[in-house]
């Protein structure tokens, strides 16, 4: 099994700056797709930020210019670097991960986070 644990979240006021991580551990030979996706209270869980395995990126139309997805594949770790947070940021993060677990895999399987609880306020 794979398991996908994520830090950093908190507490922020506007204009600040959080940074999420997404630790991968567990039967993994290769990730492929990685992303950030957000809940709010009340509301559809939404893909935030993405990355491709050959390092192509896309983002939401919210957080673009103030988001940054990126990951350092020798340590399977994702990063959110949050810039310029504003209180509609607010939500439940959740990490997600495309993962082919040994090399005679055919297959990649999808994984979540638990999700870390982002909050934007003064």
């Known amino acids: 099994q794979v398991q996908l644990v994520e830090s950093g979240g908190g507490l922020v006021q506007p204009g600040g700056s959080l940074r999420l991580s997404c630790a991968a551990s567990?039967?993994?030979?290769?990730?492929?797709?990685t992303g950030w996706y957000r809940q709010a209270p009340g509301k559809q869980r939404d893909l935030v930020a993405f990355i491709s395995g050959g390092g192509m990126t896309n983002y939401a139309d919210s957080v673009k210019g103030r988001f940054t997805i990126s990951r350092d594949s020798a340590t399977n770790t994702v990063y959110l670097q949050m810039d310029k947070m504003e209180p509609e940021d607010t939500a439940v993060y959740y990490c997600?991960?495309?993962?082919?677990?040994?090399?005679?895999?055919?297959?990649?399987?999808?994984?979540w986070g638990q999700g870390t609880q982002v909050t934007v306020s003064s």
């Open positions: 567990g039967s993994i030979f290769s990730i492929r797709d």
């Open positions: 997600h991960a495309a993962v082919r677990a040994t090399a005679t895999t055919t297959y990649y399987s999808y994984y």
